[in-house]
């Protein structure tokens, strides 16, 4: 009997939830099987109903069957299982409509695993055994799973394409070469898939270096947005800070003012009590004197009026007359805090439309193109001089600080901790940041240009020191009728044309750095891509006695 099981399909003593083999089989009222578990679960999902159905054929129960273990379905299956029955394949092993199916399958379909382009047909797991078995299927070549394995066939031929006609561009057959392809340009389709996989590689190599170059791009703006939100943040910061001193200055000032006026008011009104009294005695004393002189009028006795008269005419000295000023020294107070009030506006008002104009445009986007002729060029142009305080005491400056000679004598400089003390070099006075284009006229020999961030060395170490030796500069020198390109202590040796004019074209958020021979088709000698992370500043280094080298005046 379980011989006889074995040769049913296997679907048949299968979990229609689980899709597996039953486990601990129960039998529903309407006669179908299912795994204890599966259908218990599938039945409490439907707890909130007051009847409930068969996975199967929807027959519906009410009340809820009570479901015992089908001990006979058990031991069948255990007897199966001894036989060879193995579980019916998982319901994802069965091919869908986005999947390759096997072509030697019947019934419901299995997802093919391999296609094979001699046989021209896709193979699951079980049916491609032989091509892993038999010597002569061994040599077929197996691919990933393909519906598209009838475009390997001829439409005309019926045959399978090997061959590729370059002058057509188009797979064909041995016969098509024969008829209508004769004595064009064939070769293998295996050769031509090898050239066209050169090609397909070097594309490739091309796509992960633009790949490459695009990503360091997003890093180089990622660090920008950084850059950038830390900027802002440190600005809101130090701006709180400063308006913060400047509204506790503002209320001191008032405070004091406001103390000056109430201490200037409490005098004044002191002087004026003082006065008031002084009058109202006054008043008192001459209403006294008045009541006496009008008693004595009325004395009709002449002997007595005229005895009497002599006393009461002498009086006290009359207090000055009293001129009201109009209050205008509290109107003073109140002009002169105006007048702050005014000019405080003033320069609030023009500072405000500088930070507006200079903090609010970041610029983040990608390199823009570099100009090509010197008038595109000068449309970047910066005025730069050299900075005093950075000159070696072997540089002599002229032309309004924008020439540097280098001299055998020692020059009379002050001491200051910017100034070069071992190389012959100097910085600009100004920073340089956006896009800035300039030039420098040189005559001599070992004239470097240049350019650094202002913290470079200055008296400690050579290599911390000279342009060009480390990672704070970059310069370009011109030696013995050539150039060359130094940075971090590494050359870059440069085939150009010589020029005692080279321009400096500067693209800071870009991270470009250009030098050009000076003509109107600017020729370019070395081009630099990296990324600055401060303000950079001109700088020139003169090695040999006797060079010079100017920033040119180019407005």
């Known amino acids: 009997m379980a011989q006889k099981g074995?040769?049913?399909?296997?679907?048949?003593?299968?979990?229609?939830?689980?899709?597996?083999?039953?486990?601990?089989?129960?039998?529903?009222?309407?006669?179908?099987?299912?795994?204890?578990?599966?259908?218990?679960?599938?039945?409490?999902?439907?707890?909130?109903?007051?009847?409930?159905?068969?996975?199967?054929?929807?027959?519906?129960?009410?009340?809820?069957?009570?479901?015992?273990?089908?001990?006979?379905?058990?031991?069948?299956?255990?007897?199966?299982?001894k036989t060879?029955?193995?579980?019916?394949?998982?319901?994802?092993?069965?091919?869908?409509?986005?999947?390759?199916?096997?072509?030697?399958?019947?019934?419901?379909?299995?997802?093919?695993?391999?296609?094979?382009?001699?046989?021209?047909?896709?193979?699951?797991?079980?049916?491609?055994?032989?091509?892993?078995?038999?010597?002569q299927l061994k040599k077929h070549k197996l691919v990933e799973p393909s519906k598209k394995l009838q475009e390997n066939i001829c439409s005309r031929h019926d045959e399978v394409m090997k061959i590729?006609?370059?002058?057509?561009?188009?797979?064909?057959?041995?016969?098509?070469?024969?008829?209508?392809?004769?004595?064009?340009?064939?070769?293998?389709?295996?050769?031509?898939?090898?050239?066209?996989?050169?090609?397909l590689e070097g594309s490739r190599l091309n796509i992960q270096q633009r790949i490459q170059d695009r990503e360091k791009?997003?890093?180089?703006?990622?660090?920008?947005?950084?850059?950038?939100?830390?900027?802002?943040?440190?600005?809101?910061?130090?701006?709180?800070k400063i308006f913060t001193e400047l509204i506790r200055l503002l209320e001191k000032r008032s405070s004091d003012v406001k103390q000056q006026v109430r201490s200037q008011q409490k005098s004044e009104v002191s002087r004026v009590k003082e006065l008031q009294e002084k009058l109202e005695q006054e008043i008192t004393e001459l209403k006294r004197k008045d009541a006496e002189l009008k008693k004595l009028s009325h004395t009709e006795d002449h002997n007595q009026f005229l005895h009497n008269y002599p006393s009461l005419s002498a009086l006290s000295q009359s207090?000055?007359?009293?001129?009201?000023?109009?209050?205008?020294?509290?109107?003073?107070?109140?002009?002169?805090?105006?007048?702050?009030?005014?000019?405080?506006?003033?320069?609030?008002?023009?500072?405000?439309?500088?930070?507006?104009?200079?903090?609010?445009?970041?610029d983040v986007l990608l390199p823009q193109p570099e100009p090509k002729t010197r008038a595109d060029f000068l449309k970047y142009s910066c005025d730069i001089t050299l900075d005093p305080n950075t000159t070696n005491t072997h540089l002599s400056l002229s032309e309004g600080n924008r020439k540097a000679t280098s001299l055998r004598k020692k020059q009379s400089y002050s001491s200051h901790p910017d100034r070069f003390t071992e190389p012959y070099q100097v910085l600009s006075r100004e920073s340089l940041t956006g896009r800035c284009y300039w030039e420098?006229?040189?005559?001599?020999?070992?004239?470097?240009?240049?350019?650094?961030?202002?913290?470079?060395?200055?008296?400690?170490?050579?290599?911390?020191?000279?342009?060009?030796?480390?990672?704070?500069?970059?310069?370009?020198?011109?030696?013995?009728?050539?150039?060359?390109?130094?940075?971090?202590?590494?050359?870059?040796?440069?085939?150009?044309?010589?020029?005692?004019?080279?321009?400096?074209?500067?693209?800071?958020?870009?991270?470009?750095?250009?030098?050009?021979?000076?003509?109107?088709?600017?020729?370019?000698?070395?081009?630099?891509?990296?990324?600055?992370?401060?303000p950079l500043y001109a700088g020139l280094r003169l090695s040999c006695y006797g060079a010079s080298a100017e920033l040119c005046k180019l407005k």
């Open 6 to 81: 074995v040769q049913l399909d296997q679907e048949t003593f299968s979990c229609s939830i689980c899709l597996d083999l039953l486990k601990d089989p129960v039998t529903t009222p309407c006669g179908h099987n299912y795994c204890m578990n599966c259908i218990k679960s599938h039945w409490d999902g439907e707890d909130h109903k007051t009847s409930h159905s068969c996975p199967q054929c929807r027959q519906t129960f009410t009340p809820r069957p009570v479901l015992l273990k089908n001990n006979l379905l058990a031991d069948l299956l255990e007897e199966l299982k």
């Open 84 to 135: 060879g029955l193995q579980a019916a394949p998982a319901d994802h092993c069965y091919s869908g409509a986005e999947d390759v199916a096997c072509d030697f399958c019947t019934g419901r379909k299995l997802k093919a695993i391999k296609s094979c382009l001699m046989c021209l047909v896709s193979y699951c797991d079980q049916h491609l055994q032989p091509h892993y078995e038999v010597p």
């Open 164 to 199: 590729f006609c370059r002058t057509d561009q188009q797979l064909i057959c041995y016969l098509c070469l024969m008829e209508e392809h004769k004595g064009h340009d064939t070769v293998s389709a295996a050769a031509e898939r090898t050239e066209r996989q050169k090609k």
């Open 217 to 240: 791009d997003v890093q180089l703006l990622q660090q920008q947005a950084e850059a950038i939100n830390l900027s802002a943040d440190k600005a809101v910061e130090d701006s709180e």
């Open 319 to 362: 207090t000055s007359s009293i001129h009201i000023r109009p209050l205008s020294c509290f109107e003073d107070v109140t002009s002169a805090v105006s007048e702050v009030r005014d000019k405080l506006q003033d320069v609030l008002r023009e500072k405000w439309t500088n930070v507006s104009l200079t903090g609010t445009q970041v």
């Open 440 to 534: 420098v006229m040189f005559n001599g020999d070992g004239v470097n240009i240049a350019v650094a961030y202002k913290n470079i060395s200055r008296a400690w170490g050579w290599f911390q020191c000279v342009f060009g030796l480390n990672d704070k500069s970059w310069a370009l020198r011109y030696e013995k009728n050539s150039y060359s390109f130094w940075y971090n202590n590494v050359q870059t040796l440069i085939s150009g044309p010589e020029s005692s004019r080279v321009g400096v074209y500067l693209d800071h958020s870009a991270g470009i750095l250009s030098f050009y021979r000076v003509s109107e088709t600017m020729t370019l000698l070395h081009r630099v891509q990296t990324t600055f992370t401060q």
